[in-house]
């Protein structure tokens, strides 16, 4: 960014000044800022404004602060004209302003009211020099990129190859089928033969038993109770 705007920003801010202090203060200023040209060039730095009600200098800076600032191309000013309550004779609602530009009557006239209005001022021939856009990004931040338009192919998605994974669980203690059985999940695979049938045999043999001597054991505790004690 270049300096002019620097300082346009740091002139304007006394606007603010008025309304801070309202109390000393009566009104606020009608305040003009722009381009200053003179036969259709930038003005020099240091050129003088001055801002006339009627003849009279309504201008709030003193003789020597009224100067415009050259930057590159062109010139920019700011001047505040003040209201008639903090001098007589000087600006009110709907009243002319004219303007000087380094003792030469300017081509513009403004009118008073209160707050900033931007007003560009030329004398002599030529076209008035605008003052410039600025077009400067913020210190330290990125110019936006573009959002890139693909147009190739997508890539494939891979598929997974092998067995997928089920959700059943294996209690420990269930009988698994062998390979090549057929039947109900969870059902005992059934077999032929002499084996299977000697085994389910045995074991209802020790069952039996193991109740059989679980008997025994509790009719000799019982009979043990009965018996009368010896005198």
């Known amino acids: 960014m270049s300096a002019w705007p620097l300082r346009f920003l740091l002139a304007a801010g006394a606007l603010l000044a008025p309304a801070a202090v309202s109390h000393a203060q009566p009104q606020i200023p009608s305040s003009f800022f722009g381009s200053v040209t003179i036969d259709g060039k930038a003005a020099p730095d240091g050129t ?15 003789p020597g602060e009224r100067t415009a600032a050259r930057e590159g191309e062109a010139t920019a000013y700011v001047i505040h004209v003040v209201h008639e309550s903090q001098r007589p004779g000087c600006g009110r609602d709907g009243k002319a302003i004219t303007f000087t530009i380094a003792g030469r009557p300017a081509l513009q006239q403004g009118i008073w009211k209160p707050g900033p209005q931007q007003l560009d001022l030329s004398t002599g021939a030529g076209d008035v020099v605008p003052l410039p856009t600025s077009t400067s990004t913020v210190p330290g931040s990125a110019p936006a990129t573009p959002l890139a338009t693909g147009t190739g192919t997508p890539p494939t998605r891979s598929r997974p190859t092998g067995t997928p994974p089920t959700d059943d669980v294996q209690l420990p203690g269930t009988l698994t089928p062998p390979a090549g059985a057929t039947g109900t999940p969870g059902t ?33 505790v019982l009979a043990r109770r009965r018996r009368p004690p010896v005198p």
């Open 188 to 220: 005992p695979a059934s077999s032929s033969g002499d084996d299977g049938g000697g085994s389910a045999w045995r074991l209802l043999v020790v069952a039996l038993g193991v109740i059989a001597a679980g008997g025994a054991a509790a009719g000799v």
């Open 48 to 62: 003088e404004v001055r801002a006339l009600v009627d003849g009279l200098d309504c201008s709030q800076s003193p």
